[in-house]
């Protein structure tokens, strides 16, 4: 029988949990850090409801891949989330298009999908373009076509809220801001939020996604960092992950959840990691709003923010102990 994809993923998984012994330490070959899950980091104030969704699949064992789907679906169906999902950040005529992506550990495999139409729960397509093909990143209707093939539901992600954003907008007949001069003097964004998560599993394993509907009024086929490897967020299982949000069309082309990463696996600890990433990019002169949150496989986390001092930027932490809320820019009054 072929071996497919979805095999690999499988029988990679399931080597890393037969190779636990009841009791025994957990055998995962890494170069540094030792991993100390399970655990669950989301960002943003829907952290803590999305922790305690995708909790119980890891304290019942499950997998981390699991979780971070369960936990970042909770946050794309929440009725009233404006910046993640269905119903919300339209885009210059009228329609929400999704970005999502999935990392997974033990075999630094990638998934993702851009500008995805009519498809609600656009982590799970990711899911399924990294375990159901070869590929890594399929985008707009396409992406729309595969979901189809795949058993997704096809439905409209307007609500009321999403086409009042829009008509209140549409009816000033200003440009969208994706004209506006590159954000040197300011960025003029308002808004923005993207639901990230990283996972661990009892048997040591990584998981990292996110997912969000991207920039208001946004050009159409406008793909943001989220679905861009090392820009929105990346994993590696010998070290741990980093999520971003921000201004996407600024901070994807700095890579700095890649470059977040990289620095712990030097040695950094997360938060002055994080820092260093985005310093990389108020460097050259960028103003932006942006932050990043980072979790290594023995459990540190850190995270830092940039333009956001009242944003009140925060992530949350669930382990077996509870959830921990960290705010990373100052809760707002
Ligand atoms: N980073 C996302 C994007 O630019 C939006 C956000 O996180 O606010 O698409």
């Keep these: ?34 991993a100390s899950g399970p655990f669950l980091l989301t960002t943003w104030d829907f952290g803590p409801g999305a922790n305690e969704e995708g909790w119980p699949v890891l304290a019942s064992g499950g997998s981390s891949l699991d979780a971070v789907e369960r936990a970042i679906n909770y946050v794309e169906l929440l009725p009233d989330e404006y910046w993640v999902g269905y119903g919300g950040v339209p885009n210059e005529v009228g329609e929400t298009t999704l970005d999502a992506t999935m990392f997974w550990g033990p075999t630094h495999d990638f998934g993702g999908v851009g500008c995805l139409k009519r498809v609600k729960r656009a982590i799970s397509v990711a899911r399924k373009v ?43 007949g200003v440009r969208t801001d994706a004209f506006d001069p590159e954000p040197f003097d300011k960025d003029r964004l308002r808004g923005h939020d993207t639901v990230g998560s990283i996972a661990v599993d009892a048997q040591g394993n990584l998981c990292v996604g996110c997912s969000t509907n991207g920039r208001e009024f946004k050009i159409p086929g406008r793909v943001g960092d989220s679905p861009v490897p090392g820009a929105g967020a ?100």
């Design 1 to 34: 029988m072929a071996a497919t994809r979805r095999g690999f993923i499988g029988g990679a998984a399931l080597a890393a949990a037969a190779a636990v012994a009841p009791g025994a330490a957990i055998a995962q070959p890494r170069a540094s850090g030792k």
């Design 130 to 172: 990294m375990e159901e093909t070869q590929h890594s990143l399929i985008v707009g209707d396409d992406a729309t076509r595969f979901a189809a093939r795949m058993g997704f539901a096809e439905t409209s992600l307007t609500n009321l809220r999403s086409q009042e954003a829009w008509e209140k907008w549409a009816a000033k």
């Design 234 to 333: 990346y994993g590696d299982q010998e070290v741990g992950g980093a999520v971003a949000t921000g201004n996407g069309d600024v901070m994807m082309r700095f890579l700095p959840t890649y470059h977040t990463v990289e620095l712990m696996r030097q040695g950094m600890p997360p938060h002055l990691a994080a820092q260093t990433a985005l310093k990389r990019i108020t460097d050259k002169g960028y103003k932006f709003g942006g932050g990043i949150a980072a979790i290594a496989v023995d459990g540190t986390h850190g995270g830092a923010q940039e333009g956001w001092d009242d944003a009140g930027f925060s992530y949350s932490v669930r382990r077996a102990s509870g959830n921990e809320k960290i705010w990373v820019s100052p809760k707002p009054a």
